[in-house]
């Protein structure tokens, strides 16, 4: 009698190992698109600490958020302090309220001077939101 496997037995193995292959690399994916979105929103959350510490410190500072992913921090006329990019993790803000960009200036106090932002991060399915209050407090 001889040994050896059919080739159904083949296709069978091949078939089992491509599904759990198929299956890790979803899983993998969501993963790193969950760890992008909350890198970013991090990084948008440091943007609007240090726009609040810039504006006690010179005067006033404004955090400049463009739909799509650039936000950055200015001083005086223009100056920009800080900047980041979105697009680099591969993630895109969406400003709450069907606009495209948001300037949200910080006082002398660090107190903020507009209507409360809601900014939605996403990349593939993963998603997440940072509110940031008239007040310049940041809710993740």
């Known amino acids: 009698m001889e040994r050896g496997t059919t080739l159904l ?3 069978l193995v091949l078939l089992i190992f491509g ?7 979803s899983f993998a994916r969501t993963m790193a698109d969950a760890a992008a ?25 404004t955090l400049v958020i463009d739909e799509g992913g650039s936000v950055e921090v200015l001083t005086g006329p223009g100056i920009r302090i800080e900047e980041m990019r ?27 001077a507009f209507a409360s932002t809601t900014l939605t991060l996403r ?12 007040q310049g407090r940041v809710r993740r």
């Open 86 to 112: 979105a697009e680099a993790w591969g993630v895109e803000i969406e400003i709450g309220g069907s606009r495209t960009r948001a300037e949200l200036r910080f006082g002398p106090r660090g107190i903020a």
């Open 37 to 61: 979105v909350r890198s970013s929103r991090e990084a948008v959350l440091t943007l609007a600490h240090r726009a609040k510490s810039e504006a006690r410190r010179s005067g006033g500072a």
């Open 19 to 25: 599904l759990g292959t198929g299956a890790s690399l």
């Open 9 to 11: 037995e083949l296709v």
């Open 123 to 134: 990349r593939g399915k993963a998603e997440g939101v940072l509110v940031i209050s008239s």
